[in-house]
């Protein structure tokens, strides 16, 4: 007997009979939602991994301690708090001395100077000694090193080496190795000993703390912060974790957002593909709706169409994703190029709920693709639309763009929207927002863009028959031209940001790169002395020598450091390249000039004055703003005089050089190495060209990901083009009979079909590149000052748009020929006379 | 079975089709109804149907008055209670034919065996036994009109609504499915509203109706 309540029979039948005839549309369709899970999902298991590797360091660095408190600046705090939070109850408080240093003069380790029998608990254990090792290791002639640092060393237990640090070089023995810092270049010693080997006598620079049983975090903290001087800072484990997150979150969730907008453009492709899958099923759907499917029934059976189809994507997305993250990993690394991360590849981890996540997108896109689809096909009339088993489309209806101009004005409200913790999340909001708003008008525009061509005095028939066509069924050509007009507009966007930062950076360094040479003092070398300063001054043929010197600066626990550049303000190489207004410091104040990005980070701007966590806490008055790239996190600027003033040091880390006129380049390097030392060891020379040509690298490098992904948005909006017109000219098929019945030659239609592809391709890449423009200035005016803190120049790429365009317009011309020739046979002259 | 009570519909443009028309139909009669191009005849069959409204008027099957039901109930009734025949075949290309006609057994719930094995009985009844896993493309248009019947009338519907069910083919053909036709609806003891524009198809029915402005008028 009947079953009323199940129609899966039906449901079957029909499902099944549908991908049996058309398996190209149903394959084009997952393999749009599988591409687009794929990246989302690979994105985000390399950035997990890359960020759980991150926190194994952090970790084995600072063990088990549940707090720390650790210098503001390079110099270390006065080592005398350690009594003072040492005497707090309920805290056991282990001693740090941190210094970058140089093994035999060429391998970079970070040293670290620990009591040992405190820190046997904080995890910094060396793995053997006896009581002639611990002697040896107490008055600092042997240390302890990570594997990976008796690996890059080329030495093992037992062999002596040359460490070096802070200008100051011993020879000691290896007595061990470090398992617990396996994988980073580290090197351990006596804490007495660093302090006086390498000239930290009274300095510290980490506490560790743990806390006894009952103690919370909240309340030590405030105990600490009590007795904390200005240049120490107490941290968390869990704002450790949001500083090390804050690295890097804004360039992941940059990646996140592209990988979700290569999904959006994936359920744009299904979209067109369920389009016109209804619009071709149209008198099918009427006949089944005669014979007894309820609307909801016909609108149940497109989604689980669209459901089926988003399954089996998402599921071979997710399975791809997985081989795309373990390819980028090994080929990128962790930060996919970005420069965040530095060491080996990190390990894959699989991420099940974030895999659940994915492929539930991935069906939601191609659920959501489908609906418009979905409840047209539960709308069709079916007295009518079984009479007229043809185009339904009215020329006289009006396209109706009201629901775009929504879109558009919400994508304009959005993007005045501040950033959320640090994430341009509205700025996404308005960049789905103009997409969805731009393919809404699409209609509306196809209408406006063809409507002059349709007066123009031309008896040409194809012509005529082309624009008539495009004129008025905008609608159909808008289906076909969703997906690319989404994936060109993306492509668009990130072409325009791309090519803007690129000119801003170039542009930026030419306003830096003053000087003739540059020399950089090698970590642990302990930088340039005074002495060593003034002899490389008086070299023959340098005409001014300005003076850098780097170091971290700490406002923020929750916020990665802030550095600090002391600098030569004065003499021809001295110019800085101000942004915006700036004031005069009156005499006696210290000026300082803080970068774009420390000035939205901290919300700094000229004459605000800023306690530096320097010695002595001193106050500065912020003179103006100017332009960086290279320091995301933020810098300041200070002379270099009063830097010396303020703090006493006065070793520093590069010198930039003018050579006088006619001066040999190379003899003056010659000479500023001797000048150095015997050898000129531990100093890297660099040119401008060389710098220049180095950071564009690295800005290529850094956005090769970004590069892969248009691609990829590209070739998935060109195929879901391609699919899309040759079922639009395959559905056509009764119209070209007619058209031959009625003496149209078959030439006549190849060229009707060759000038519709050509105007299909033309309007698709006006409007994905005038789209691609707009998202590109929210990208430019508020995702990346939101995320990354600097602005830059809108630079427009205009080859690369006139090639975007007149490529769309040959491939969706060329689709069109090549599956019109197909059609255009004796099957044409004979589909007229079809049943459908 | 059918009763059609002071029908009103008028077209956009404001063009009355018919006004106040009555028509009644017993259980296994036959029925045509004829009229010029434009008279309204198919949209008879769709107000009969319920894919259409009257302006005025009530259509009762089986003492049902479609107007009382929503888009669902009167989708269930066509599904239970009526077949169609159309000009054009509508027999869907991607189905075999015996998974065609079975598609009003298979949207009853039906499960999918019973379905086929009715389905495939059916179509031996209309002289394609045997043909049940060849597809639409194979057949001649005689042969997808006999398909056509088998589909209305596999779930035994009470009421067959047929529009010019042989006005794509030729004079024999026509001649041997519309006598195919008569042959299995009286069989099946279901009532049949013809539309056509044919005298001959309107002289296998038992009575002929023509239908004008002013309503239906028994011809002689």
Redesign the interface.
């Known amino acids: 007997m009947a079953r009323p309540a199940s129609l899966s029979v039906a449901h079957r039948w029909l499902l099944w009979s549908e991908w049996r005839a058309y398996p190209g549309r149903a394959l084009a369709a997952v393999l749009a939602i599988a591409l687009g899970v794929a990246l989302g999902f690979a994105v985000h298991l390399v950035n997990a991994s890359a960020l759980g590797e991150f926190d194994k360091a952090m970790h084995s660095v600072s063990g088990s301690a549940d707090l720390e408190i650790r210098s503001a600046n390079a110099f270390g705090f006065d080592e005398m708090l350690y009594p003072r939070v040492a005497r707090l109850p309920g805290l056991d408080v282990s001693p740090v001395v941190a210094l970058s240093a140089l093994v035999d003069d060429k391998i970079q380790v970070s040293l670290e100077g620990v009591d040992v029998l405190r820190a046997g608990g904080m995890g910094q254990g060396a793995s053997d000694g006896g009581a002639e090792g611990l002697a040896d290791f107490l008055s600092g002639r042997s240390v302890y090193l990570s594997a990976a640092a008796l690996s890059a060393a080329g030495r093992k237990v037992g062999d002596s080496m040359t460490l070096g640090a802070n200008g100051h070089a011993i020879q000691v023995r290896i007595a061990g190795t470090l398992p617990s810092r396996a994988n980073t270049n580290a090197v351990t010693m006596d804490i007495a000993a660093a302090q006086w080997r390498f000239g930290m006598l009274g300095r510290l620079q980490r506490l560790e703390i743990r806390l006894a049983p009952g103690i919370g975090t909240a309340g030590a903290m405030r105990m600490i912060r009590a007795v904390l001087p200005p240049d120490a800072i107490v941290t968390d484990t869990a704002s450790e974790a949001a500083r090390n997150d804050g690295l890097s979150a804004a360039y992941r969730v940059n990646l996140d957002m592209l990988a979700l907008i290569a999904l959006l453009t994936g359920g744009f492709l299904v979209y067109s593909a369920q389009s016109l899958s209804v619009a071709r099923r149209r008198a099918q759907f009427a006949l089944l709706r005669v014979l007894g499917m309820q609307r909801k029934k016909v609108l149940g059976q497109v989604l689980t169409e669209a459901s089926v189809l988003g399954v089996v994507g998402a599921g071979a997305g997710v399975a791809l994703g997985l081989g795309l993250a373990s390819l980028a990993l090994n080929l990128l690394g962790g930060d996919l190029g970005g420069g965040y991360f530095h060491g080996n590849a990190p390990q894959l981890v699989f991420a099940p709920w974030a895999a659940a996540i994915f492929g539930l997108l991935g069906v939601g896109a191609a659920v959501l693709g489908s609906m418009v689809p979905a409840l047209a096909a539960s709308r069709i009339l079916p007295a009518l639309a079984i009479k007229n088993a043809g185009d339904a489309v009215d020329p006289r209806v009006r396209a109706r763009p009201w629901r775009a101009v929504v879109c558009l004005v919400g994508a304009l409200l959005a993007s005045l929207l501040p950033a959320v913790g640090g994430i341009a999340l509205f700025g996404y909001v308005a960049m789905a927002l103009l997409l969805a708003g731009g393919v809404m008008l699409m209609p509306w525009l196809a209408r406006a863009l063809v409507s002059p061509l349709r007066h123009v005095p031309l008896r040409h028939v194809p012509f005529r028959l082309a624009t008539a066509r495009l004129w008025g069924a905008p609608s159909q050509a808008s289906v076909a031209l969703a997906g690319i007009v989404a994936s060109t507009a993306l492509t668009v966007a990130m072409a325009v940001m791309v090519t803007s930062f690129r000119g801003s950076v170039e542009r930026w360094l030419g306003d830096v790169l003053q000087a003739d040479v540059y020399l950089i003092a090698e970590g642990g070398r302990g930088g340039f002395d005074a002495a060593t300063l003034e002899r490389m001054r008086k070299v023959p043929g340098v005409a001014w020598l300005g003076v850098l010197k780097e170091t971290p600066l700490q406002f923020d626990a929750r916020r990665p450091a802030v550095t600090l550049l002391a600098r030569t303000l004065t003499g021809p190489g001295g110019h800085l390249a101000l942004m915006g207004s700036r004031i005069t410091v009156p005499a006696g104040a210290t000026a300082v000039w803080v970068s774009e990005p420390a000035s939205r980070i901290y919300h700094w701007k000229p004459g605000d004055t800023l306690t530096l966590p320097l010695p002595g806490s001193p106050k500065a008055r912020v003179a103006g703003v100017w332009r960086d790239y290279a320091r995301q996190h933020g810098a300041i600027v200070m002379d270099e005089g009063t830097y010396a003033r303020l703090t006493g040091d006065r070793s520093r880390t590069s010198v930039s050089v003018l050579l006088a006129p006619g001066a040999n380049s190379d003899t003056v390097v010659a000479g500023l190495r001797s000048a150095v030392g015997p050898g000129g060891g531990g100093v890297t020379v660099s040119r401008p060209q060389d710098i220049r040509r180095q950071a564009l690298e690295a800005f290529d490098r850094s956005f090769l990901i970004t590069y892969l992904l248009e691609g990829i948005a590209v070739c998935v909006g060109l195929a879901g083009v391609a699919a899309t017109i040759g079922a639009q000219v395959l559905s056509r098929i009764r119209e070209f009979g007619m058209l031959r019945h009625v003496g149209a030659l078959r030439g006549d239609l190849v060229r009707m079909l060759l000038i519709e592809g050509a105007l299909l391709g033309l309007v698709g890449g006006i409007a994905g590149v005038a789209l691609g423009v707009a998202m590109s200035q929210v990208l430019i005016h508020v995702v990346n000052p939101q995320s990354f803190h600097w602005t830059m120049d809108t630079l427009l790429p205009w080859p690369l748009l006139g090639w975007v365009i007149a490529g769309l317009a040959v491939a969706t011309s060329g689709t069109a020929l090549v599956v019109g020739r197909s059609v255009l046979s004796a099957d044409a002259v004979r589909a007229v006379r079809e049943d459908w | 079975m059918l009763n059609v009570t002071g029908l009103v519909k008028t077209v956009p443009g404001g063009r009355t089709l018919f006004e106040r028309l009555d028509l009644s139909l017993a259980r296994g009669e036959f029925v045509a109804v004829t009229g010029e191009s434009g008279a309204g005849k198919?949209t008879l069959l769709?107000l009969v149907?319920g894919?259409?409204s009257p302006d005025a008027g009530s259509v009762c099957i089986d003492g049902t008055d479609i107007a009382g039901l929503d888009?669902?109930g009167r989708?269930?009734l066509?599904?239970?209670r009526i077949g169609?025949v159309?000009q054009?075949?509508?027999?869907?290309?991607?189905?075999d034919l015996a998974?065609n006609v079975a598609?009003?057994l298979?949207?009853?719930?039906?499960?999918?065996h019973a379905?086929l094995v009715a389905a495939e009985a059916m179509l031996a009844s209309v002289g394609l036994g045997g043909r049940g896993d060849a597809y639409?493309r194979e057949l001649s248009g005689g042969e997808?009109q006999r398909v056509a019947v088998a589909?209305a009338l596999v779930h035994r519907p009470g009421l067959i609504l047929a529009d010019e069910p042989t006005g794509n083919l030729d004079p024999d053909t026509a001649a041997r499915t519309l006598a195919l036709f008569v042959d299995q609806v009286r069989h099946a003891g279901a009532a049949v509203l013809l539309v056509t524009h044919s005298t001959v198809a309107a002289s296998a029915a038992d009575r002929t109706l023509v239908l004008s402005p002013t309503g239906l008028v028994e011809r002689g």
């Open positions: 198919s769709n149907a894919l259409d888009d669902d989708t269930r066509r599904r239970d169609f159309f054009a075949f509508h027999v869907l290309p991607h189905l998974h598609l009003p298979a949207l009853q719930g039906h499960d999918a379905s639409p997808l589909r």
